[in-house]
């Protein structure tokens, strides 16, 4: 199958959705991959390592799409982009359709493309593997940026994450044990931080408990979340419903109760936030103030961390470009339930059952 990667045009991303290391593999099975020239600069990945991986170069994303027969893409594909495309070609992408321009599925169905989402790809387990991969380095972001929002300079209460001698540790309160949510505790307790989690599965708190020590949690419910901002220095907001608009368990009057300079990290941003107060922001102007309360609120803040961000969404991605080159998309959807999940259109029509 002819297999193709573009580069990531949104700003300030320098992700790419296929290393050298997965074309090596895709190519050793047999497959043809087109690289555009560039895509895996901002990440640190030369032409020359894709040339010496198998890969084929082409100089424009124009040349990629009309080549290939399956595109892995990280952000979402723009309307520039989906018109390159040719008739029933497959793309690989994080789409998070719930936020998105209702155009995009309009420019799916015009040009009779097959759209996998990366973040709905389903395990039986209700693991959702690929967006995992992205949201345990999500995860252990938010607790540097945390440090710095509490910084005086930037506004903050002037509160050290861990505390020191005589000194009490600063409360971070997480909402939602998933893959971000875990990743955060684990880097937030070793810090010396005084972390609570919330969530409403029991399973996930325990399995939290159970690899994190030190680490406090909760049953989410409104007036136990609302005790638990009101006292926090940090909130980080990491709840996912998968395939939907997150909703808002952080009202307006739950933010006006914390106290000045302490910091909201709302990484449920990317399926429309979980805090009443967030809108998104960019890397280059990452934060907003409502009521002396910071909010850092920006979509795919990952981008920032090129590399190791574009290794763990190729590895995890791998697997299934494997099997739909192998099998080609549409037996590959049909013999594979994880993937039969993933599938927002099939040749431009929604994909039976799935949410709207």
């Not at 050793?28 to 040339?51: L, S």
Request: aromatic residues 4%; hydrophobic residues 45%.
């Amino acid at each position: 199958m002819d297999i193709g990667v573009i580069r990531e045009r949104g700003a300030f991303d320098r992700r790419v959705a296929l290393t050298p290391p997965v074309v090596r593999r895709l190519a050793g099975a047999g497959h043809t991959v087109w690289v555009e020239t560039g895509a895996g600069d901002g990440a640190m990945f030369r032409d020359t390592e894709y040339i010496r991986s198998g890969g084929q170069i082409v100089y424009s994303p124009a040349e990629v799409l009309q080549r290939a027969e399956l595109v892995a893409k990280i952000g979402r594909p723009t309307r520039d982009e989906l018109a390159l495309c040719r008739p029933g070609m497959a793309l690989l992408a994080f789409y998070h359709l719930a936020v998105a321009d209702g155009g995009l599925r309009e420019a799916l169905a015009e040009r009779c493309l097959t759209a996998i989402g990366c973040e709905i790809i389903e395990q039986e387990t209700g693991r959702l593997p690929v967006l995992a991969a992205i949201s345990e380095i999500a995860g252990q972001m938010t607790v540097p940026i945390a440090a710095h929002l509490l910084r005086s300079s930037s506004g903050g209460r002037g509160i050290l994450l861990g505390g020191t001698p005589g000194v009490p540790p600063a409360r971070v309160v997480i909402l939602g044990a998933g893959a971000v949510g875990s990743a955060a505790a684990r880097t937030a307790v070793a810090t010396g931080a005084r972390v609570l989690a919330f969530d409403v599965e029991p399973r996930k708190l325990r399995r939290v408990m159970e690899h994190v020590r030190g680490v406090e949690t909760c049953l989410a419910d409104d007036d136990a979340i609302a005790e638990a901002v009101a006292a926090a220095d940090v909130v980080i907001g990491a709840i996912l419903v998968a395939g939907t608009r997150t909703p808002h368990v952080v009202t307006r009057s739950m933010v006006e109760s914390m106290k000045p300079g302490s910091a909201i990290i709302d990484v449920s941003i990317d399926q429309g936030g979980c805090v009443e107060t967030s809108r998104p922001t960019t890397l280059s102007d990452p934060t907003f103030v409502y009521k002396a309360v910071t909010h850092f609120c920006v979509p795919n803040f990952t981008a920032d961390l090129g590399r190791s961000s574009s290794v763990a969404i190729a590895q995890a991605m791998l697997p299934y470009l494997l099997e739909l080159a192998r099998a080609g998309v549409e037996a590959a959807v049909k013999s594979c339930s994880e993937l039969a999940r993933g599938v927002y259109t099939l040749r431009g029509l929604p994909a039976p059952g799935r949410r709207p």
